[in-house]
Nanobody, 119 residues
Framework: QVQLVESGGGSVEAGGSLRLSCTPSGRALTMYMIGWFRQAPGEERELVASTRWTGGATSYGDFVKGRFTISRDKSKNTVDLQMDSLKPEDTAVYYC????????????WGQGTQVTVSS
């Protein structure tokens, strides 16, 4: 089992920045992908960014367009999502998730953290 806890959400004005952190616990994640997803009210959940826990295989949703960066902080044992140039349409609940690298679906999910961007 893998437990995931998100932190760092909050409210910010358009153009501002937030940094989200995903802290895992449980089994070793050497063979896992970590993804950040988001879901706005009435919308489908969408992938924001993903990376392999050990590094590499990084990808981003098309809407990110260079504004967000996913990275692993080895000192804190977290996978962070740095979000810059935030827009009101980035408002959503952001979730951290994990999946074994050979699987297509994410198996483990955090509780989510709210991000609100005001205009």
């Amino acid at each position: 089992q893998v437990q995931l806890v998100e932190s760092g959400g909050g409210s910010v004005e358009a153009g501002g920045s937030l940094r989200l952190s995903c802290t895992p616990s449980g089994r070793a994640l050497t063979m896992y992908m970590i993804g950040w997803f988001r879901q706005a009210p009435g919308e489908e959940r969408e992938l924001v960014a993903s990376t392999r826990w050990t590094g590499g295989a990084t990808s981003y949703g098309d809407f990110v367009k260079g504004r967000f960066t996913i990275s692993r902080d080895k000192s804190k044992n977290t996978v962070d999502l740095q979000m810059d140039s935030l827009k009101p349409e980035d408002t959503a609940v952001y979730y951290c998730a994990a999946r074994y690298i050979t699987l297509s679906d994410y198996e483990y999910w955090g509780q989510g953290t709210q991000v609100t961007v005001s205009s």
